[in-house]
C-alpha cells in the first residue's frame, strides 16, 4: 500500500491515504506518528460508499468509532480466486470495472536484503517488525523519510 501511496502522491501528484476499514487503525507513510496498523483488505463496501458520495471520500462519516464509514477508490491486490462472486457483483452494479487479468502471476513472499538480515536477523520475520518496542527499532534502523526523495538525499 505505502508503495501505491508513493507513487500516487510523489510521481503523479496525486493525494493519497490508505483505508484500513477502522477508525482507530492508521496506514500513512508521510505520516511519522503513524503506527504500522492492519485493516481489513478488499474493502468492498468502501468501494460502494464511494461511488454513492459520487467519489468524494470527505463526505463520509469518519467522526467517531460508532459512526466511522470506510471509503475509497481502489483496492490495489485481489489475488485469483479471492471473493470472486462479490467482484462479479460489484462490477454488475458498477461500482467497479469488470475484472480483467494483469497476465501477471503473483506470489506472496517475504523479501529481506541479506546485507540487512546480516545486520539485524529479527527483521526476517513479521514478529520482529510488530509492535511498540519494533516500531522505535524500525524508526531508528531505517530513519523512515517523510518521502522517497528525502530519504535518498539523506541516505
Keep these: 500500500a505505502w508503495l501505491l501511496q508513493i507513487l500516487l502522491t510523489e510521481v503523479l501528484d496525486v493525494p493519497a491515504t490508505i483505508e484500513t ?16 496498523d492492519f485493516g481489513s483488505s478488499n474493502l468492498w463496501d468502501a468501494l460502494r460508499l ?9 463526505k463520509a462519516n469518519k467522526t467517531s468509532e460508532e459512526s ?6 481502489a483496492i490495489p491486490e485481489v489475488w485469483n480466486g479471492h471473493l470472486e462472486t462479490i467482484v462479479k457483483d460489484l462490477a454488475k452494479e458498477n461500482v467497479i470495472e469488470p475484472a480483467v487479468s ?20 529479527t527483521l526476517l520475520t513479521y514478529f520482529g517488525l510488530a509492535g511498540e518496542k519494533n516500531r ?6 531505517f530513519k523512515r523519510p517523510t518521502s522517497w526523495k528525502d530519504y535518498c538525499e539523506l541516505v
Excluded at 477508525?23 to 503513524?34: E, H, P, Q, R
Excluded at 522505535?136 to 534502523?141: H, N, P, Q, S
Design 21 to 36: 476499514g477502522h477508525f482507530d487503525k492508521k496506514l500513512d507513510f508521510y505520516d511519522i506518528n503513524a503506527p504500522f
Design 50 to 58: 464511494s461511488n454513492e458520495l459520487g467519489g468524494d471520500c470527505r
Design 68 to 73: 466511522y464509514q470506510p471509503c475509497g477508490h
Design 102 to 121: 494483469l497476465g501477471v502471476l503473483g506470489q506472496q513472499s517475504w523479501f529481506v536484503p541479506k546485507f540487512t538480515a546480516e545486520r539485524n536477523p
Design 136 to 141: 522505535r527499532k524500525l524508526a531508528e534502523i
